[in-house]
C-alpha cells in the first residue's frame, strides 16, 4: 500500500515523530521540509515532487572494500543557496550527483521510494536512485549520467524527483548509517562501509 496524497499532506503540514540523531529521543519533524506552500497544493496521486538544490562532481577515484570504504572526494559544482537562478550545462557522458532542496524525515514506520521524473528520463538523464530506509533524515543524494547526444541546461529549483511512501508493516530496523543528514560523499577519507 502506498500513501495518498491526503496522507502526505497531513504528514508534512503535521510533522511526524523521528528520533533525533543527536540525542536518540523522539521529536516531531514535518514528513518533508523546504516544501513551498505552491508544492503543497500540487502534490497529487501518491507522490510529492522534488528539486533540484545542489549539483556535484566526482573528482577522484574510489575503494569499496568489505571493511572500509573511500568514496570519491566531490566539488560542489553548483547550489542553489549560491545561485538561486543557475543554469547548469549537462555534457553528454557527464556524471554528477544532484541533491535536492528538501529534506526528508522518515518515522520508523514507513519508508520511501524516490525515482526521476519523466521530462529528466526524456532529456537522456536518468537518475540512479534508492529506498529510503525507516528514520531517514537529510536530503536526498541521486546520481546521474548524461546518456543522450545533445547538451542539457537544468535550473536549480528543477523539480527532478518524485516520492512515494510505503507504510512498514512489522517491526523495522531504523537508519543509522553514515549518509543521515545532507553527507553526499567521504570525501576521499576512509571509513567502515556500515
Known amino acids: 500500500m502506498v500513501l ?3 496522507r502526505i499532506v497531513r504528514m508534512i503540514t503535521a510533522g511526524v515523530e523521528v528520533e ?3 540525542s536518540g529521543r523522539a521529536i516531531r519533524k514535518p514528513l518533508i ?3 513551498g506552500q505552491d508544492q ?3 502534490i497529487e496521486g501518491t507522490t510529492a515532487d ?3 538544490g545542489a549539483v556535484y562532481r566526482p573528482v577522484d577515484k574510489a575503494r569499496l572494500m568489505r571493511g572500509t570504504r573511500v568514496t570519491p572526494r ?3 559544482v553548483m547550489d542553489i543557496a549560491e545561485s538561486p537562478d543557475g543554469v547548469y550545462r549537462i555534457s553528454g557522458g557527464e556524471y554528477l550527483l544532484f541533491q535536492t532542496v528538501e529534506q526528508v524525515n522518515l518515522p520508523r514506520d514507513l519508508f520511501a521510494y524516490i525515482r526521476p521524473r ?4 526524456r532529456s ?3 537518475l540512479e536512485t534508492a529506498f529510503i530506509s525507516p528514520n531517514y533524515q537529510g536530503r536526498l543524494t541521486v546520481g546521474m549520467k548524461h546518456q543522450g547526444a545533445n547538451d542539457v541546461e537544468i535550473q536549480m529549483g528543477f523539480r527532478i524527483l518524485c516520492i512515494a511512501f510505503f507504510p512498514i508493516e512489522g517491526e523495522a530496523v531504523p537508519y543509522r548509517g553514515v549518509w543521515q543528514g545532507d553527507r553526499v560523499s567521504t570525501n576521499g577519507e576512509e571509513e567502515r562501509p556500515f
Do not use: N
Open 118 to 121: 519523466t521530462t529528466l528520463i
Open 4 to 6: 495518498g496524497a491526503d
Open 33 to 35: 521540509e523546504g516544501m
Open 40 to 42: 503543497i497544493e500540487g
Open 124 to 126: 537522456g538523464i536518468p
Open 50 to 52: 522534488l528539486r533540484l
Open 20 to 22: 533525533d540523531p543527536g
Open 74 to 76: 566531490i566539488e560542489k
